[in-house]
């Protein structure tokens, strides 16, 4: 892998894990937030079930307020975001000052929305954060690998989501088609027959959701 050592290649393929984590759970989470609000059942319940965490809340009140904002969960929404952040902060010589400085505006806003009765604006703001994090790091890292190992994280993460949350086949299909290119140029050692399998399945009618989480989560 040249001059990127192997813990740093493990950071930066988890900085894309993870900031994608948040970015996909969050805007899920905004989408049904008024939703779950309003609604009689517990429809969360099955949205724990699909990402395959705990349902350690007892009722929709709590994980409303628990999932995105409970630091002492490992599977919520601003866990997860501390996650992506302490990679950040090791990797600011590979990724950046400025790059870094969106994730820690990411960390603010969520402290924000977390202290907030109506915290979708602040959610919003983190999401948007994450978007800004993305472009700067595609536009002024210069290491190309160093971009493609993120890069690789994110899709294969957003695979991993995508699946579990029974994505439509073509939306599947594009994610798998752009994670490809990332990790063949990422120096990352992979198994290209298990590339092409990934690619069948997500382009079959009707793909087997299953077996694209499992496989997506053995490329690297």
Not at 4 to 10: C, G, L, R
Not at 33 to 43: A, N
Not at 159 to 178: P, T
């Amino acid at each position: 892998m040249g001059i990127i050592s192997v813990e740093q290649a493990d950071r930066l393929y988890w900085l894309g894990r993870y900031t994608e984590r948040v970015y996909t759970t969050l805007r899920m989470f905004c989408q049904s937030f008024d939703v779950m609000i309003d609604e009689l059942g517990d429809s969360y319940r099955e949205f724990c079930k699909k990402l395959d965490i705990p349902d350690s809340y007892g009722d929709k009140a709590a994980f409303l307020k628990q999932y995105p904002f409970d630091c002492e969960n490992p599977d919520s929404i601003i866990s997860n975001l501390d996650r992506a952040y302490g990679n950040a902060v090791v990797l600011r010589e590979s990724i950046g000052s400025e790059a870094l400085s969106y994730i820690q505006l990411a960390v603010y806003e969520m402290n924000k929305a977390s202290a907030s009765k109506a915290p979708l604006i602040e959610l919003q703001h983190v999401i948007d954060d994450l978007l800004a994090f993305w472009g700067i790091a595609d536009d002024q890292i210069d290491s190309e690998q160093i971009r493609n190992i993120i890069k690789a994280g994110k899709r294969i993460e957003r695979i991993d989501l995508y699946a579990r949350l029974g994505a439509g086949g073509k939306e599947l299909a594009r994610e798998v088609h752009r994670m490809i290119p990332r990790v063949e140029r990422s120096g990352l050692e992979y198994e290209p027959d298990k590339l092409t399998l990934l690619k069948d399945l997500a382009e079959e009618t009707g793909p087997d959701y299953y077996r694209i989480v499992r496989l997506a989560e053995t490329i690297l």
